[in-house]
């Protein structure tokens, strides 16, 4: 999902076929009409015969089942589309490395008695940052996941090097408790609505 120049794409191609010999189907998904022309012509010449190119929003795309979904650095709350596709196509792995928290930021308001404390932008850019990827992780624990939010690049590398990986569990919390600790940080920092939230409701 937002598979861009598909770098990601095709190195894992690559290494599912061609290292662990593993029959498999891939699409990679982008709006750029010119990245999904350049990648289509690659995957033909490669002879990645499994491998496709298809030009559509996240939202908009119907990905059916699948194993695993993987988003990269797809803005705001396209994270969201794609974590929500991962999330209903069944697929028994996610991972999406998200940025630009934007929908958080714009709502979020310090808690009481932190005004000064959270005054500087940089600072509540952070705490949106915390906050959504917090609230990811516990509507994906809610759809019946397990979930880990990681540091996967060193940050001289790139400021956005947050990942949350999800895996389907077994046994996971009760809703109810998940829906109360949701509740409470919504309540916390004032806002109002959640992309992905909205969509699972």
Same mark, same amino acid.
Not at 52 to 74: C, E, R, T, W, Y
């Given at each position: 999902?937002?598979? %861009?120049?598909?770098?990601?794409?095709f190195a894992?191609?690559?290494? /599912?076929?061609?290292?662990r %010999?593993?029959? +498999?189907?891939?699409? %990679?998904?982008?709006t750029?009409r010119?990245?999904?022309?350049?990648?289509?012509?690659?995957?033909?010449s490669?002879? $990645?015969?499994?491998?496709? $190119?298809v030009?559509?929003s996240?939202g908009? $795309?119907?990905?059916?089942?699948?194993?695993?979904?993987? &988003?990269?650095?797809a803005?705001?709350? &396209?994270?969201?589309?794609a /974590?929500?596709?991962?999330?209903?196509?069944?697929?028994?792995?996610?991972?999406?490395a998200?940025?630009?928290?934007?929908e958080?930021?714009?709502q979020l308001k310090?808690?009481?008695?932190?005004?000064? *404390?959270?005054?500087?932008?940089?600072?509540?850019?952070r705490t @949106?940052?915390?906050?959504?990827?917090?609230?990811?992780?516990?509507?994906?624990?809610?759809s %019946?996941?397990?979930?880990?939010? $990681?540091? *996967?690049i060193?940050?001289e590398?790139t400021p956005?090097n947050?990942?949350? &990986? @999800? +895996?389907?569990? &077994?046994?996971?919390?009760?809703?109810? @408790?998940l829906?109360?600790?949701?509740?409470?940080?919504?309540?916390?920092?004032?806002?109002?609505?959640?992309?992905?939230?909205?969509?699972?409701?």
């Amino acid at each position: 999902m937002g598979s %861009g120049k598909g770098y990601l794409t095709f190195a894992l191609y690559d290494y /599912l076929t061609n290292v662990r %010999g593993l029959e +498999v189907a891939m699409t %990679g998904v982008d709006t750029k009409r010119e990245m999904i022309a350049l990648c289509s012509d690659i995957a033909v010449s490669c002879g $990645f015969d499994g491998l496709k $190119f298809v030009h559509d929003s996240i939202g908009g $795309f119907d990905p059916g089942d699948v194993d695993i979904l993987i &988003a990269l650095h797809a803005c705001d709350t &396209a994270t969201d589309d794609a /974590l929500y596709k991962g999330i209903t196509s069944g697929a028994e792995i996610i991972v999406a490395a998200p940025c630009c928290h934007k929908e958080i930021r714009r709502q979020l308001k310090p808690p009481a008695g932190m005004t000064d *404390f959270l005054k500087h932008g940089i600072l509540l850019e952070r705490t @949106a940052e915390v906050v959504t990827d917090g609230l990811r992780s516990l509507l994906l624990e809610r759809s %019946g996941y397990s979930a880990k939010v $990681f540091e *996967f690049i060193a940050v001289e590398h790139t400021p956005k090097n947050n990942m949350i &990986a @999800a +895996v389907k569990a &077994a046994h996971s919390r009760p809703p109810d @408790a998940l829906n109360d600790e949701i509740a409470t940080v919504k309540t916390l920092y004032s806002i109002d609505r959640q992309r992905l939230e909205q969509l699972l409701a």
